[in-house]
């Protein structure tokens, strides 16, 4: 009976597929999608210098298929685990074209798309779990340089209520994206209670006009980089995303390249493994609240130290630079200066450069105790890698403190 039911399924998705026009991987002899006997049509072209497969209709892959080193081929839309759970492999030296989309784990089957490519992959654009029901593991290798003609598309936009988790780990290797990298809403994300994790690391490049991260969570180790001038990372929908870093001094360039378009880094969570430093390059905004926080050898580049015991939260908020906790006047460190502009716009509905350090854009909040709290909290911070400040009395910040009802009452008075 289950022989006869899984023949049934067979049979049908066969006769759906074909109808459709698609060819399927049927790996008959091998995994080698430059053998013709693994297609159902039998086809293939003599050459492998460029083979193409499938025309301009397309191909299902819903077995392990291997586009091997030396080989060039050509197809049309690609599905990976569309039916069923299917496997993409491109080795280094190869080289896919796609003249439509590829999908992973898009499918009405539930299949998982996966995929490990360490060759040449050019493609109309990329779509993973998203409009399908399925999820999706691409791995991407040192030697992988891939091009998307339109976008990187993830997540799940046409079941709401579902969710399929998305692990795309780029070791290395490089992604050129022509349009976008997000989900159809316009967010790196997945319904529901799914994941979205992209994991960068040895040199990682991914690079696009447009990369938004609305949930999920980016990882980096090593090197990596984000470019191509639009990176905004921001919360949606009750969901926030997370950048993660992993392992030995990590490095995290976001190099927007155009940056009076705006970086925008709103993550509500940047977590750091306790006790190293992290390097953050970028055009982004960065308010430290346990961090200890400090310049490197230019403006651009801070260092982010997690300290043990402490929080691994930061909260980043938009602008054209990286603040430190308590510097109200963006000199790069915390002191009398800070405290003195703080006190002089006490109990004023006012913005971050006027002491509302609770409150950067002065939306709700007031210049007051709780702003004073983390001003004196932070006292001295920004200058670690500078060389040894003389540490600023602290009579003269009590002094101030003295003042301070005095000041308020003159105030409330006027
Ligand atoms: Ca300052
Ligand atoms: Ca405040």
């Not at 990329?126 to 598309?153: L, R």
């Not at 392992?247 to 155009?258: E, S, Y």
Request: hydrophobic fraction near 40%; charged fraction near 15%; aromatic fraction near 10%.
């Amino acid at each position: 009976m289950k022989v006869k039911h899984l023949c049934a399924v067979l049979l049908l998705a066969f006769t759906a597929s074909s109808a459709l026009g698609f060819t399927h991987f049927t790996e008959a002899e091998d995994q080698l999608w430059t053998n013709a006997n693994n297609w159902s049509t039998f086809w293939l072209p003599a050459s492998d210098e460029t083979t193409h497969i499938g025309g301009m209709s397309g191909v299902y892959a819903d077995v392990t298929c291997i586009v091997p080193a030396g080989s060039s081929v050509v197809s049309g839309e690609l599905r990976v685990g569309y039916n069923f759970n299917g496997t993409l492999i491109v080795e280094e030296g190869a080289t896919l074209t796609t003249t439509s989309h590829t999908q992973f784990g898009a499918g009405t089957g539930g299949g998982l798309g996966t995929a490990v490519i360490n060759g040449n992959l050019h493609a109309a654009g990329w779509t993973f779990s998203a409009g399908g029901n399925g999820p999706a593991d691409v791995t991407i290798g040192p030697n992988a340089v891939i091009t998307i003609d339109s976008a990187m598309n993830f997540g799940q936009e046409y079941h709401e209520g579902y969710g399929y988790d998305v692990t795309i780990t780029q070791n290395g290797g490089t992604i050129q994206v022509g349009d976008w990298v997000a989900g159809n809403a316009f967010q790196m994300r997945a319904h529901g209670d799914a994941e979205v994790v992209y994991s960068m690391s040895n040199g990682a490049v991914l690079s696009a006009p447009s990369i938004w991260q609305n949930s999920g969570t980016l990882e980096f180790e090593g090197t990596a980089t984000l470019t191509g001038g639009g990176v905004r990372f921001a919360g949606f929908d009750g969901k926030v995303p997370t950048i993660k870093a992993i392992g030995t001094d990590p490095v995290l360039t976001i190099d927007g390249g155009r940056f009076s378009d705006g970086v925008l880094l709103d993550v509500s969570e940047l977590s750091v493994t306790a006790n190293q430093w992290v390097t953050i390059v970028a055009g982004g905004y960065l308010t430290d609240t346990d961090l200890s926080l400090a310049p490197g050898t230019d403006a651009n580049i801070w260092q982010l130290r997690v300290n043990d015991g402490d929080s691994g939260d930061v909260e980043v908020y938009y602008s054209g630079s990286i603040r430190i906790m308590g510097d109200v006047n963006l000199s790069g460190y915390v002191d009398d200066d800070d405290l003195s502009l703080l006190l002089a716009n006490w109990n004023t509905n006012n913005v971050w450069e006027y002491g509302n350090l609770s409150d950067p854009y002065g939306t709700v909040g007031y210049v007051d105790d709780d702003d004073l709290s983390l001003l004196l909290a932070n006292w001295n911070a920004g200058s670690l890698s500078a060389a040894p400040q003389a540490v600023p009395e602290p009579a003269s910040a009590l002094i101030l403190l003295l003042g301070l009802p005095y000041l308020a009452r003159r105030r409330m008075r006027r």
